[in-house]
């Protein structure tokens, strides 16, 4: 049985980055991990600490070509509703930044990574692991050839439906909202200057987000029963919808991608480190794509477990423990943070669409509270005057 100080499980964003930040740090370790194909048509909004990140571990420079900075972010309420919210913007130069952070087509980054990986000293185990079990020093993992691994630390980045987690008996909370999110790309007329918005619709979210050039990203919330209809619409209809629902801001539209089609839903685990595991990325959390939240925070993760394994090299439990104790915050104010929000927009309920828009409209109209908004949702945990600096 092969023996490692380091195990990552899972090679998807959370999962590589993990492996390669653990690599730079010197550390003894393998991903079980099979080469990225081509079928996530997602694009990526990513805030500058987690940028920051990327470069650190060299694979920002390799992709930077296919990024657009996020220079302002946008909310319109789009709904028909008896209280709408003002429209608010966020500048990224408000808080001292040139820009809030970038957007990219996911597949180049998982390519660039999974080929940055083969550079370094990283064991790239091309398998799926079938089970997990524990003894006092190591995890052990089964192969789906058979064969065992084991490590003193497992990062099980293995998402959403993560077998490690289960293995682990890590209990998660799950729950929908009878949502799906189409994505897909587009080119338009007019520039889109840097901007992303958030059109507020009462299906969720419908959001434009830069790409290099004339060309956008598209996310766009339906209901979970309107997938085939939308789905089989044609080019000329969709270009039309799409074109309506930006209410004709970047001009005429002319989608340039296949469309895809993900369920939205939300997650969270009981517990984030235990035993020898610690759970990374969307094995541990899960949540609605609003304000670009979701892999920032698989990100953070990998961050803090970096920090616990340099802490406790030799001591997994205290690692995974002190894992968990540092990542709850965080991950609670972010889950339920959006899924608060999320809801707010489905709900027809008049009280509560007061409390939003008053939300909205002091955001939008009060400095200081703005400027609060914009650090929390794209700088958290990074100080004042770092930001500024
Ligand atoms: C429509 C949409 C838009 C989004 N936009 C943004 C955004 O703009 N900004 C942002 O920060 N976040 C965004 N997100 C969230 C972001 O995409 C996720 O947080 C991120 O992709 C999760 O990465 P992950 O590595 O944790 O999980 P995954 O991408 O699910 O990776 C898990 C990996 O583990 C592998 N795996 C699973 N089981 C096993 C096993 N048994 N053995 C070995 N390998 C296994 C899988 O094959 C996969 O490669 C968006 C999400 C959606 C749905």
Redesign the pocket.
């Known amino acids: 049985m092969k023996k490692f100080d380091i195990l990552v499980?899972?090679?998807?964003?959370?999962?590589?980055s993990a492996a390669l930040a653990c690599d730079k740090a010197g550390m003894n370790v393998a991903i079980?991990?099979?080469k990225?194909v081509n079928t996530?048509g997602?694009?990526?909004?990513?805030?500058m600490p987690?940028i920051d990140f990327l470069d650190e571990l060299g694979v920002w420079a390799k992709i930077k070509d296919q990024t657009a900075a996020l220079k302002t972010m946008r909310i319109l309420d789009s709904t028909n509703r008896l209280i709408r919210s003002r429209p608010a913007s966020f500048p990224s130069t408000e808080i001292g930044l040139d820009a809030f952070g970038y957007?990219f087509p996911?597949h180049p980054l998982l390519i660039s990574m999974y080929e940055k990986m083969a550079e370094t000293d990283i064991e790239i185990i091309e398998?799926?692991?079938?089970d997990y079990t524990e003894d006092d020093d190591h995890g052990i993992i089964t192969l789906?050839h058979g064969e065992t691994v084991s490590a003193t630390h497992i990062l099980a980045?293995?998402?959403?439906?993560?077998?490690?987690r289960q293995k682990v008996n890590i209990s998660a909370k799950t729950w929908g909202y009878q949502q799906k999110?189409i994505?897909l790309t587009f080119a338009h007329k007019f520039p889109h200057q840097n901007i992303s918005t958030e059109f507020h619709t009462e299906k969720g979210p419908f959001t434009q987000?830069p790409l290099p050039g004339k060309r956008s990203s598209l996310?766009w919330a339906i209901k979970e029963s309107e997938e085939a209809y939308f789905m089989g619409l044609g080019k000329d209809e969709l270009n039309q919808l799409v074109e309506q629902g930006l209410h004709s801001t970047l001009g005429p539209v002319e989608i340039d991608s296949e469309l895809q089609c993900?369920p939205?839903s939300s997650l969270i685990a009981t517990r984030f480190g235990k035993g020898h595991v610690m759970l990374?990325?969307?094995?541990a959390h899960?949540f609605?794509?609003i304000g670009?939240?979701?892999?920032?925070?698989?990100?953070r993760d990998v961050m803090t477990a970096i920090d616990c394994l340099k802490q406790y090299p030799d001591d997994p439990e205290k690692a995974s423990n002190t894992y968990d104790r540092k990542r709850r915050a965080d991950v609670h104010t972010r889950t339920f943070g959006i899924d608060m929000f999320n809801r707010t927009l489905l709900t027809s309920f008049l009280p509560v669409q007061l409390i939003r828009s008053g939300a909205i409209s002091a955001i939008s109209s009060i400095a200081p509270l703005r400027q609060f908004v914009m650090r929390q949702g794209a700088l958290p945990g990074v100080k004042k005057e770092k930001q500024s600096a």
């Open positions: 499980v899972g090679g998807g964003l959370a999962g590589m079980i991990a099979k990225p996530d997602r694009t990526t909004a990513l805030f987690s957007n996911n398998n799926l692991a079938v789906d980045s293995d998402g959403r439906n993560s077998l490690i999110a994505v987000v996310v993900f939205l990374i990325g969307e094995a899960a609605p794509p670009a939240q979701g892999l920032n925070l698989g990100l």
